[in-house]
């Protein structure tokens, strides 16, 4: 698969810098590393999405610099680490193409930025691999010879279906922390287990992944956090919540979600158990086969976060737990600025709404609930109503009473009021009139007394009671021309 792969990128010429490469310096070699040696042999990668990344041997950063911008773009040297970004020729693909480099922290700190870097063109590539993080992203292919190097038993370890640090466990997180949330987001995405060694170590260093340097810098920084959070989350929500508890990730990061084990809830109508039970249930639901019947689209991660912090509040007060839990999901989304995240991002203001607003249906009946009502939360393009429904039946399904049947029946209740209310277009009718026109109807300035004959107009233009603009005009004469004399 491997070569097979290679020859397709020469027959796209996007390795013709190789062939030139082996021909301006005979010594040179050229590596493909790292993820996408990995991705190849687990047979996942995706043509659009494949990162390349390349070690060169035999060749100086200034001699290898000078080769590639009369090859292409050089688009960035960062001469401390030997890293070359490359665009090859007319090719919109950007190449990393670095020097080997062996690699020491000048202090432990688990600061990425706290080493020391020596690149060298002599350096084996058994020397370059040593420095990386996890066995699976530790082998390389060489493009002159087609050797297959892996020092460290990375293909052994992915037929296993293992993470494992490559040589010392406690070395690797050391150099850096961050590495311990990337296991965690590795064995979700990839579906593996952590190796027992690798996790023992993980754990017990997961102490220090809050830990700061001097001006209270933090060693692995929010936006960092928020990156391998959400990426981690979005893999499997469910094994996620087990895995980041399991690893002490959770009660550093969001010691909040923790204080929902033993929280206990009323037994009639949730004997799926605790506010824990209940929430790792309702992550399991979003991909269920209800949940997909009426929303087969792929879950956003605001609908993730919105789940997994729904219930946050029940830990302090219960009957008023929409609002507490509200105020927690916002300030856990600004502390680990959840809104950074490139892969996944998540609006804390849209999070505390989805919190805030998550029991709706629960306190009013789909049948009391007013036409305007339903309007302003799930037709408003300021908030994410349709996230909103999802939530409530991914909560509904999550909850179940003391009969064993979950009952989803206010959540369809509200779907058929959608119906009747949008039509076969799915959206809701335009206002007949403007708050203008209804000023020069009633001849009366602007004010809030326009605003309330909006709302009681938009009711009944949506209730069907006025369908028409002589209608509507007709029904403001009636019920509002004792406006113009107030």
């Known amino acids: 698969m491997i070569n097979n792969v290679i020859l397709k990128l020469k027959g796209e010429k996007l390795l013709t810098w190789v062939e030139e490469l082996f021909s301006v310096f005979p010594e040179s070699d050229v590596y493909l590393v790292g993820g996408t040696i990995r991705d190849l042999l687990l047979g996942s990668l995706k043509a659009d999405k494949i990162d390349y990344d390349f070690v060169v041997t035999g060749v100086s950063v200034l001699s290898l610099t000078k080769f590639l911008k009369e090859k292409g773009r050089v688009v960035m040297v960062g001469r401390r680490f030997g890293v070359i970004k490359f665009r090859p ?57 087609g050797q297959f190097v892996d ?8 037929k296993r279906g293992l993470i494992r640090a490559v040589s010392s466990p406690k ?3 050391q150099e850096d922390y961050s590495r311990m949330l990337r296991a965690l987001r590795f064995a979700l995405q990839l579906k593996f287990n952590i190796e027992k060694a690798t996790f023992t170590v993980l754990k017990g260093l997961m102490s220090h992944i809050n830990d700061t340097v001097e001006g209270g810098v933090r060693v692995v920084p929010y936006e960092i956090v928020a990156e391998e959070f959400l990426e981690t989350f979005m893999a499997d929500p469910q094994r996620a919540l087990a895995l980041y508890d399991e690893s002490g990730a959770l009660g550093e990061l969001m010691p909040e ?6 929280c206990e809830q009323s037994s009639n109508w949730h004997t799926e158990g605790d506010v824990w039970q209940h929430t790792e249930l309702a992550l399991k639901k979003l991909y269920s086969r209800k949940f997909i019947q009426y929303f087969p689209e792929p879950v956003d991660s605001e609908l993730v976060m919105a789940t997994l912090f729904h219930d946050l509040g029940k830990a302090a007060t219960f009957y008023y737990h929409e609002k507490v839990g509200a105020q927690k999901a916002r300030q856990i989304c600004k502390r680990l600025r959840l809104t950074s995240a490139r892969s996944y991002s998540v609006n804390c203001e849209n999070l505390y709404w989805l919190v805030r607003n998550h029991s709706l249906i629960l306190h009013a009946s789909p049948g009391q609930l007013r036409s305007f009502t339903i309007e302003k939360y799930f037709f408003n393009p300021r908030y994410p109503g349709k996230t909103l429904l999802k939530l409530f039946l991914v909560d509904a399904l999550s909850t179940i009473p003391i009969s064993g049947k ?29 708050g203008h ?20 107009l938009r009711e009944e233009q949506l209730s069907g ?22």
């Open 89 to 145: 020729g007319s090719f919109e693909e950007v190449l990393d193409i670095a020097l080997p480099r062996s690699e020491r922290p000048w202090k432990y700190t688990g600061k990425r930025q706290d080493f020391v870097v020596t690149c060298d063109p002599l350096l084996p590539i058994e020397k370059d691999l040593l420095r990386r993080d996890f066995t699976i992203n530790a082998m390389a292919l060489s493009l002159r010879t």
């Open 151 to 158: 020092p460290h038993r990375g293909v052994y370890d992915l």
């Open 171 to 173: 070395d690797r997180f």
């Open 257 to 262: 979600l923790v204080e929902m084990k033993g």
């Open 406 to 434: 979950v009952d989803i029946s206010r959540f369809e209740k509200l779907m058929v009021k959608f119906g009747k209310l949008t039509g076969r277009s799915g959206q809701l009718p335009k206002p007949l009139l403007t």
């Open 437 to 456: 026109e209804i000023m020069r109807l009633l001849k009366i300035p602007s004010g809030p007394r326009i605003g309330e004959i909006q709302k009681a």
């Open 465 to 486: 009671r006025v369908k028409t603009k002589r209608e509507v005009r007709d029904y403001i004469k009636l019920q509002f021309s004792s406006t113009k004399s107030q």
